[in-house]
Structures are given as C-alpha cells and as structure tokens.
C-alpha cells in the first residue's frame, strides 16, 4: 500500500511538472482571426506558416484545443503549439468552440456539478461542455473553413487537411472524422467523409464507455451528455469508440504515464476499430504523461508534428 502511494504521488508530481512546462510558454497571437458564428466562441485562429516556400502551397493543421470541454479552458492554451507547428511550415487554424461553464444550460435544464473526484484542475469546477451547442460549434467551424481559408489564408492548402486535437480536444477531432457515420437524424451528420488527409489525436477521450468507466476528467464525458439521464441515449452521437471505421487515416499518440486520460483509453479505440475492420495507428511514448504532447519544449511534441507530416505532405 505504502508503494502504491509513492508510485502515486510520484505519478502526480511529474504530471503536474509537465503541465507547469507546457503552460510556461507566453500565448502567442494569431495573424488572423475569423468569425463562423455570432457566440464569442466562434472564431478561428489563423498562423500562417513561417518562412513559407512560395512554389509549395503548406498544407492545414486544424488544432482542437483540450480542457475537458470546461469554459475555463480555452484555445490561448494551445496557441505555443499552434505557432510551433507554424514555425514547422504548416498553415494552422486554432479553432474556438462553446464549453460547459457554471451557468450552462442543456437541453432538459441546468446540469449540476458531479459528485466525486473534482474535476481536472481544481474543485468545484464547471461543467463539462454544452449539449448541443459544442457539437454544432464543431460542425460549423469546419464547414466553414474552406471557404474561410481560401479568402485568408492563400498560403494553406485546404486539400490536404490534418485534424489534430488535445484530450477533449482529440476526441472532437475523431468526431470531425465519423461526421458521416453519425445516426441519421444528428443534424451534424455529412452525406460523404471529411475531405482530410488524416487525424492525429493526442491523448484523446476516445472511448467514453471506458473514459466514464475510469472517471476522466471528474465525470467530464457523462457532463458532456448532458447528465446520467442522457448518457445513453446521446452516446451515438457523440462516442468516437461507436464510430467507425470512418476510412480516413487516423493515428493516436499517447503517453505511457498519462495519469488525465489514461493509455487504457486510446487503446480501447484502437481496439474498436481494428474490430470494426480499421487499422488505426496507436504511437505510445515512454515516460511521458499528458500535457508534453503539446509543449514545444517537450521532445514528445516534435513526435506529434512528425505524426501529423506523415500524414500532410
């Protein structure tokens, strides 16, 4: 017992280092930014890609920013990452979505907070996402990207397109990708796949059975659904574990150590898909936990970038 308390306390002393280093970094401004809704929370974050080749139009990195869905946790986190990939000579859109705060309201009323260990990063937090306004956020961004990038960013190559996400951001990233697979009455369903060259999802809430199952993020995926009176009911919907195979080219990278979102949870997925007749890449990297695969100081980030190139170029 006395060496399960060390190992944990070691667990989270190391991941609460690693969180220091990647939120150490100063949020770095975008070069544009773009409306694709009337909410705050609209908008898109655009870098041009840094020393561009001017022969080579740069390919697109979508980034969908973590923090359990929370209102508190917004996309300027994720900006270092953002401007990292950009100085890697990818176009990026950092794009902003509607999240849970203490006053959201979901279809059937307010939500109230969950019992149980708090929520990530401090007690008494806010719930998780907004049903169903972060998925119709989702859909919207990306249905207006294209267009938004042809107008403000001639530098990207809306052709060759890469969804990339952190923790609940990876798993909106999956979502992105099964658009097509959704039940036909989601209002977010498409009648074809996402036009993109791949997914790479960093420690992503990809399984929400097994998530819910482990309590990640402080009952964030059950908040998500709106409760313990829709969780079933809305799984369809929003479970990246239920969709697939969606046919596009999706890999998961994930840190051995992770104590937020625990390796067991991608791997759940990429069991999922491999039942459903997918092959879906699992790159799993020693000692290393949650928050390096998005701090440009962390060796694990340049192996995220890596990831998304294979899939880019």
């Known amino acids: ?9 070691t667990a989270a002393e190391r991941d609460a280092a690693e969180e220091a280093s990647a939120f150490s970094h100063p949020p770095v401004d975008p070069d544009i930014t773009a409306a694709y809704g009337d909410d705050p929370d609209q908008v898109i974050d ?34 270092p990452f953002a401007d990292f990939l950009a100085r890697r000579g990818f176009a990026v859109a950092n794009v902003e979505y509607r999240r849970g705060g203490p006053a959201a309201k979901q279809e059937g009323g307010p939500i109230p907070a969950q019992g149980g260990p708090a929520p990530v990063r401090g007690a008494g937090g ?5 049903w169903p306004d972060t998925f119709d956020d989702i859909a919207a961004a990306f249905d207006a990207l294209p267009a938004l990038v042809r107008e403000l960013l001639p530098q990207a190559d809306a052709r060759r397109m890469v969804v990339t996400g952190h923790s609940a951001g990876g798993q909106l990233a999956l979502w992105v990708a099964a658009r097509h697979l959704l039940p036909a009455d989601a209002p977010w369903r498409t009648d074809r ?5 791949g997914v790479v999802a960093l420690a992503p809430i990809a399984d929400f059975q097994v998530a819910e199952e482990l309590d990640v993020c402080g009952g964030a995926v059950r908040q ?3 409760g313990e009176g829709e969780f079933a009911e809305r799984l369809p919907y929003a479970d990246p574990a239920l969709l697939l195979p969606t046919g596009i080219a999706t890999t998961l990278v994930q840190g051995r150590t992770d104590i937020v979102v625990p390796q067991a949870v991608a791997e759940s997925y990429a069991d999922a898909a491999a039942k459903a007749g997918e092959v879906v890449g699992l790159t799993l990297l020693e000692d290393v936990g949650h928050f390096p695969l ?7 980030c340049a192996v995220v970038a890596e990831e998304i190139a294979q899939l880019a170029w």
């Open 1 to 9: 017992m006395q060496d399960d308390a060390a190992a944990d306390g």
């Open 46 to 79: 655009f870098y041009v890609p840094r020393e561009p080749d001017p022969a080579v139009l740069a390919p697109l990195v979508v980034v969908l920013h973590g923090g359990a869905w929370r209102a508190p946790y917004d996309r300027r986190h994720i900006t």
């Open 126 to 130: 806010p719930v998780a996402g907004r």
């Open 193 to 197: 796949p996402a036009p993109l060259r």
């Open 224 to 226: 998500l659904l709106g």
């Open 294 to 300: 998005i701090d440009p100081a962390a060796d694990a």
